[in-house]
T-cell receptor, first 115, second 119 residues
Framework: DSGVTQTPKHLITATGQRVTLRCSPR?????VYWYQQSLDQGLQFLIQ???????AKGNILERFSAQQFPDLHSELNLSSLELGDSALYFC??????????????FGPGTRLTVL | AQKITQTQPGMFVQEKEAVTLDCTYD???????LFWYKQPSSGEMIFLIY??????QNATEGRYSLNFQKARKSANLVISASQLGDSAMYFC????????????????FGAGTRLAVHP
């Protein structure tokens, strides 16, 4: 158990809908990252938050948005869903004080299926 | 541009034998970190081992070791005494820059190698 929690574990929805994925980082970690894993694109970085502020953006679509709250949990919002958005979405966390490697620990993932 | 290459889509090994999974990387940043993650069929991503670009010695974590050859830009994962539970996808990843807390620390992943351990 990495200490990172994600909900829900599975999500099935229809095209055009909007969903919210939730992540709680490991205790003490300040950074939260979101990654998308799909068969055709592999594992891709979407966005990073550090202590409530957006720190870096990757290949994140404009239909997707994220935020990190004062209690450091994060939410990834996916809207106007398309079939191609079906993927495994991972949250990872790092940034614990004193860490010399800033290793990212991953949550169990949310498997999104868009029908 | 930063890139991770894993040239072995699939590997198999006999139980109790050692196996090497290849990883090469490309970066112009002198400070970077290299990671290996394991993804079993259940889907979670499990951190295995880390190697910093300035580390003088190869990293080891139990049965996992990293064969780091900086000049060749390779960071191969060696699993000794393979077990049936080692059957999984293995991903090599790179983080540019120093990895300080709060930094721009995104990971770039390779395509992965699927390892099958046979009894």
């Amino acid at each position: 158990d990495s200490g990172v929690t994600q909900t829900p574990k599975h999500l099935i929805t229809a095209t055009g809908q909007r969903v919210t994925l939730r992540c709680s980082p490991r205790s003490g970690d300040l950074s939260v990252y979101w990654y998308q894993q799909s068969l055709d694109q592999g594992l891709q970085f979407l966005i990073q938050y550090y202590n409530g502020e957006e720190r870096a953006k990757g290949n994140i679509l404009e239909r997707f948005s994220a935020q990190q709250f004062p209690d450091l949990h994060s939410e990834l919002n996916l809207s106007s869903l398309e079939l191609g958005d079906s993927a495994l979405y991972f949250c990872a966390s790092s940034g614990r004080q004193g860490s010399s490697t800033d290793t990212q620990y991953f949550g169990p993932g949310t498997r999104l299926t868009v029908l | 541009a930063q890139k991770i290459t894993q040239t072995q889509p699939g590997m198999f090994v006999q139980e109790k034998e050692a196996v090497t999974l290849d990883c090469t990387y490309d970066t112009s940043d002198p400070s970077y970190g290299l990671f290996w993650y394991k993804q079993p069929s259940s889907g979670e991503m499990i951190f295995l081992i880390y190697q910093g670009s300035y580390d003088q010695q190869n990293a080891t974590e139990g049965r996992y070791s990293l064969n780091f050859q900086k000049a060749r830009k390779s960071a191969n994962l060696v699993i000794s005494a393979s077990q049936l539970g080692d059957s999984a996808m293995y991903f090599c990843a790179m983080r540019e820059a120093g990895g300080f807390s709060g930094g721009y620390n995104k990971l770039i992943f390779g395509a992965g190698t699927r390892l099958a351990v046979h009894p």
